[in-house]
């Protein structure tokens, strides 16, 4: 028999609302504004109110999936990444690193959007960043 | 908190913990403080992280650990507020009061003033001192207003709603599994603000009768619409009409259900 609260930042946008995750025997429940918190100020919109709902969704992807003949099967991290690796090398080597483009996220925390566009410039050699923030 | 609140706090948690399953209360946080399950058996069990401030709703906390832990009594560190909204959900047939143990906390007088509440202490004291209730100004200042006045003023109100839902999520009495906000019958999907007056005054016809003034949507708001200023204008013509009263007694019922 366990509850507790779990304080932590939204995960989707820059703002910076603190949440309250609601924990119940280790599965997550719901949200609660973080009241007092500077960001939010005890407030939230619709997606930090919804914040926790994806985390135990059933159709969460869990798993690398790699799609061959027309069907999508699960691989393992070193599969994938591999994969990744080998056909953006590709793509680069045949059509130069301006062909290729990142797309980094709100989600992500600053640093691992620094990381990303340090990837595309320093890795592959491009300068085309964008952001879903701008969409 | 002062010293003397803080050891009345802690006894009374410890006391109830000793006869009880778990009693919930606000942990202290890195920022803030959050509800919170005490228990005896709870090996990391610390009663110098209990807190009072900021307000949540603990009732809708506590109904939602009564489901998932059918068997267990539970203790509950609650104002008057929360008590209030316990009364309204067990009258509904949400929470079965002899599972409930309330440790009830007597708000102080700089509390009742941000509240603007009337009656800032549950119907027993273990913790804090009664102090006197505050005179809601802002539900004064919109009675002076006339009724074209009244219109434009919530025209503007809800005008700037964002949908986020906060008041429906975070209100300790709203416990329908399918609420009438998101049914397409009565709100449109898609438009933003929700089309005045369909949102907000189905919101408010639910709230007859069942809104005990915690205040706690006003609070989460971002667009900071003060919706209890309405809801209290329903709760007085409630009181007025059919003398009834919210939060008081769990016999007492609902005008809206019973009388109509």
Redesign the interface.
């Known amino acids: 028999m366990d509850y507790h609260s779990v304080q932590t930042t939204c995960p989707y946008c820059g703002v910076g609302c603190n949440l309250e995750l609601q924990v119940v025997d280790g599965r997550l429940t719901g949200v609660l504004p973080a009241k007092g918190h500077p960001a939010g100020l005890g407030k939230l919109c619709i997606k930090g109110w919804n914040a926790h709902s994806f985390v135990h969704h059933p159709e969460r992807l869990t798993q690398p999936l790699v799609k061959r003949m027309g069907q999508f099967r699960q691989v393992s991290w070193d599969e994938a990444l591999a994969r990744v690796s080998s056909r953006l090398m590709s793509i680069r080597g045949k059509h130069g690193p301006d062909s290729i483009g990142v797309l980094t996220s709100a989600k992500c925390t600053n640093e691992e959007n620094y990381v990303l566009q340090k990837f595309a410039r320093v890795v592959l050699g491009a300068n085309n960043v964008d952001h879903c923030a701008r969409l | 908190m002062d010293v003397e609140i803080r050891e009345q706090l802690k006894t009374a948690v410890e006391e109830a913990l000793a006869r009880l ?2 009693v ?1 209360a606000l ?1 202290k ?9 005490y ?1 005896a058996d709870d090996e990391d069990l610390d009663l110098d992280v209990l807190a009072l ?4 709703p603990m009732a809708l ?1 506590l109904d ?2 009564l489901d ?2 059918p068997q ?1 009594r539970l203790g509950v560190v609650a104002r008057g507020c929360d008590e209030w909204a316990l009364i309204e959900l067990a009258k509904r047939h949400q929470v079965d009061m002899d599972r409930v143990e309330i440790i009830g906390v007597a708000c102080s007088q700089q509390q009742a003033a941000e509240c603007r509440c009337a009656e800032p202490y549950p119907s027993k004291i273990s913790v804090g001192t009664k102090v006197e209730g505050v005179e809601d100004e802002l539900v004064a200042e919109h009675r002076r207003l006339s009724l074209e006045e009244r219109r434009e003023f919530w025209e503007r109100q809800f005008a700037k709603c ?5 008041c429906r ?2 209100c300790p009495v709203c416990y329908c599994p399918a609420c009438a906000l998101e049914d397409e019958i009565w709100v449109e999907r898609g438009l933003m603000a929700p089309p005045f007056p369909s949102f907000h005054l189905i919101r408010a016809m639910h709230m007859v009768g069942r809104c005990i003034g915690c205040k706690q949507c006003e ?4 667009a900071e619409i003060p919706l209890p200023v309405l809801y209290t204008l329903l709760r007085q013509d409630a009181a007025e009409l059919w003398g009834y009263l919210p939060g008081k007694s769990v016999d007492d019922r609902p005008p809206l259900l019973a009388a109509l």
């Open positions: 399953d778990g919930l942990k946080e890195p920022v803030g403080a959050a509800p919170h399950l228990r401030d900021p307000r949540y906390t939602g650990l998932s832990f267990a964002i949908k986020c839902y906060g999520n975070i609070l989460v708001c971002p």
